[in-house]
């Protein structure tokens, strides 16, 4: 049975991608791939739990990291090829391409797809540490303040300065966090499955 739901639900989480990427390109990318990230934490939470004994706690905390970290490696992508635009020709172009696709909405949409995915830890902590939910939940913030620099207010134009002239520190920060929470998401995982598959015992 868990099988099946499993396979359920990850036709279910593609179809809303594919989907959401054939309506608003790059953007739908990205949203579909939170909503598929946090839709997979609430079907496993109502369905998949019930259905299985309480030795599978781990086991459920490493497939709700593998899909947390699928989106964050997605932005963290975008996020680079934002920081090379900067230097290089053609990373800039693919950029602006992506900029266009969502209608110079790329990082508003990623602001708030991170602040979703970073409130979900902070109400979910047996599956995801709240630590890295704050992390995301800051990275989200600041891609949200970014995508409004170009908005005229005054809340805007007491910080857009500081994003005009340290965009790229701001970017290698950005960077560095969303990094440090897929390494460890990972690494937690790897950690979660060596002691649970008696294979890595035999091993040691």
Same mark, same amino acid.
């Not at 049975?1 to 036709?11: R, V």
């Not at 909503?35 to 706690?57: A, C, R, W």
């Not at 800039?92 to 969502?102: D, H, I, K, M, R």
């Given at each position: 049975?868990?099988? !099946?739901?499993?396979?359920?639900?990850?036709?279910i989480i593609?179809?809303?991608?594919?989907?959401?990427?054939? $309506?608003?390109?790059?953007?739908?990318?990205?949203?579909?791939? +939170?909503?598929?990230?946090?839709?997979?934490?609430?079907?496993?939470?109502?369905?998949?739990? /019930?259905?299985?004994?309480?030795?599978?706690?781990?086991? $459920?905390? +490493?497939?709700?990291?593998?899909?947390?970290?699928?989106?964050?490696?997605?932005?963290?992508?975008?996020?680079?090829i934002y920081?090379?635009?900067?230097?290089?020709?053609?990373?800039?172009?693919?950029?602006?391409?992506?900029?266009?696709?969502?209608g110079w909405?790329?990082?508003?949409?990623?602001?708030?797809?991170?602040?979703?995915?970073?409130?979900? /830890?902070?109400?979910?902590?047996?599956?995801?540490?709240?630590? *890295?939910?704050?992390?995301?939940?800051? %990275?989200?913030? %600041?891609?949200?303040?970014?995508?409004?620099?170009?908005?005229?207010? /005054?809340?805007?134009?007491?910080?857009?300065?500081?994003?005009? $002239?340290?965009?790229?520190?701001?970017?290698?920060?950005?960077?560095?966090?969303?990094? *440090?929470?897929? +390494?460890?998401?990972? $690494?937690?995982? %790897?950690?979660?499955? !060596?002691?649970?598959?008696? !294979?890595?015992?035999?091993?040691?």
């Open positions: 049975m868990s099988k !099946s739901l499993d396979i359920i639900m990850a036709g593609s179809g809303i991608v594919a989907f959401t990427t054939s $309506q608003l390109g790059i953007a739908g990318t990205i949203i579909g791939a +939170v909503i598929g990230s946090m839709l997979y934490q609430f079907m496993s939470h109502v369905f998949k739990d /019930p259905i299985e004994n309480v030795n599978t706690l781990k086991t $459920q905390r +490493v497939e709700s990291s593998i899909f947390y970290v699928f989106p964050l490696v997605i932005i963290l992508g975008i996020e680079i920081l090379l635009s900067s230097v290089y020709h053609m990373p800039g172009e693919l950029f602006q391409s992506l900029e266009t696709a969502t909405n790329l990082f508003r949409t990623i602001g708030v797809g991170l602040i979703v995915m970073g409130v979900y /830890p902070l109400l979910e902590p047996e599956r995801i540490p709240p630590i *890295y939910g704050v992390a995301v939940l800051g %990275v989200g913030v %600041v891609k949200l303040m970014a995508g409004f620099v170009d908005y005229n207010s /005054p809340i805007v134009a007491l910080y857009s300065p500081i994003f005009h $002239q340290f965009s790229e520190l701001i970017s290698i920060i950005l960077i560095a966090v969303l990094l *440090y929470v897929i +390494v460890a998401l990972i $690494q937690d995982s %790897v950690n979660i499955s !060596s002691k649970e598959d008696p !294979s890595f015992k035999e091993i040691e």
